[in-house]
Structure formats: C-alpha cells, structure tokens
C-alpha cells in the first residue's frame, strides 16, 4: 500500500516537474518562472523526504 | 516562442494579477491542509487506539495528498503565469495557457481592433487595480478577452497609444 501511494505520488511530481522544468527553459519571455519553479521544487523535495521517512518502514 | 516581424517591437506584456494567484494558493493551502487536520486530531484527541502504523499510514496519505495538492497548484500557477498579452507595435498576441501542454495563441492586428472594453467591478478590483479587459475585432477571430488582468487601464492605454502610432485614425481623440 505505502509503495502504491509513494509511487503515484512520485510518478504525478515527475509529470508535474518535467512540465515546469521544460517551460522554464523554453518560455524566454517568463523570468517569473524562475522563483516559483524553486519554491516548487524546494516543497517538492521537502514532500518526498516527509513522504520516505513516513513510509521507510513499510518500503 | 513568439516570432516577430522585422522592425516589430514587444511595447508590453500583460500578466494576470497577484491577486489571482493568491486566491489559488489560498484555495490550495485549505484543501492540502485539510488532511493534516484530521491527522492531528486523530492523533491528538480521538480516543481510539491506533497503532504506530496506522498513524505512519494517516500522516503518510496527509502528505500524499499534500503534495498533490502541491503539484496541481503549480499546474495551475503556471497557467496564470504564462498567459499573457503581448502588445507590439504591430499587434496583439493572446497567449493562452491550457494545462501543461497545451497552448493556444491568437493575433489580433492593431489595426483590425474596434473597440476596447474594460471591467472593473468592486470595492477590491477598484483598490487592487485588476480587471477584465475585452478587445472586440473587425475580423472573425476568436474573442479577445482576458480575465483578472494587472492594471487594465494602463493596459488600455497602452494599445491605444500604440493603435494611434500605427495611424489608426478613428483612435484620435
């Protein structure tokens, strides 16, 4: 079960990430991006980690 | 992304206001948080037994759900952040943001606009200095209409002056 949840998570922030990565490199009109594309990835490593150490005793 | 024609110069881009990002997050802060809530007061104040597994499950699926709150908000920030107006010397281009993937953008000639309408509804709108703004063609391209725009009466403003410097005559005042 914990596996299933990490693994959707993590399969839903790849998507998630690749996307925003790939438009902050290709929209050259956008430097707004770049904060945000940092604050997500910054939330998003915080996530995995909370994630893993909640869910290391089942993986 | 965007090609411009020879002598052609970006004037402005226009974004979406603050304010419609704020609203998203909050929106996104309540929902993400929601399961915290419950997890805690599980934790804290049910009276039921649960064992530490099943309070490493709870607080687990909490950050779960969390951070695919988290990744659909930054979906959404990038729709805001990326669609915008690009006001040149020569035209208008709508880029409209749709899902991750998916873009549409329309131009519209400074030349072929008719009439330029903005909106501006309420005590916030009026303070905050956000609206809509609605540009009516003579062609049959799609409307041209962008919601929750910063500043749209500099905006407006702003194609004016530059429909008056491409000699669109009926825009002399």
Excluded at chain 1, 8 to 19: G, T
Excluded at chain 2, 22 to 34: M, S
Excluded at chain 2, 58 to 75: D, E, P, Q, R, T
Aim: some cysteine; overall charge neutral.
């Amino acid at each position: 079960m914990a596996v299933i949840i990490l693994g959707m998570v993590l399969a839903i922030s790849a998507i998630c990430a690749a996307a925003l990565l790939y438009h902050w490199f290709s929209f050259s009109i956008s430097k707004e991006l770049t904060f945000g594309v940092l604050i997500y990835l910054f939330g998003l490593a915080l996530g995995i980690v909370a994630l893993l150490n909640q869910f290391s005793p089942f993986i | 992304m965007i090609q411009l024609n020879p002598n052609e110069k970006i004037i402005y881009i226009a974004r979406v206001h603050w304010l419609a990002i704020f609203l998203d997050a909050l929106r996104a802060a309540i929902l993400g948080g929601i399961p915290f809530l419950i997890a805690l007061y599980i934790t804290n104040f049910s009276n039921s037994y649960l064992s530490e597994d099943s309070l490493r499950y709870l607080w687990g699926s909490a950050i779960a759900f969390a951070m695919v709150i988290w990744n659909f908000f930054f979906v959404a920030w990038t729709d805001r952040v990326l669609d915008t107006w690009v006001i040149t010397t020569e035209r208008v281009i709508d880029i409209e943001q749709r899902g991750l993937f998916s873009r549409n953008i329309a131009v519209i000639r400074l030349d072929d606009i008719q009439d330029l309408v903005i909106d501006t509804r309420g005590f916030l709108a009026t303070i905050l200095k956000y609206g809509d703004i609605n540009i009516q063609s003579s062609g049959t391209t799609r409307e041209f209409d962008f919601k929750m725009v910063n500043d749209p009466e500099y905006v407006k403003n702003v194609i004016e002056r530059a429909i008056v410097a491409v000699g669109g005559s009926r825009w002399h005042r």
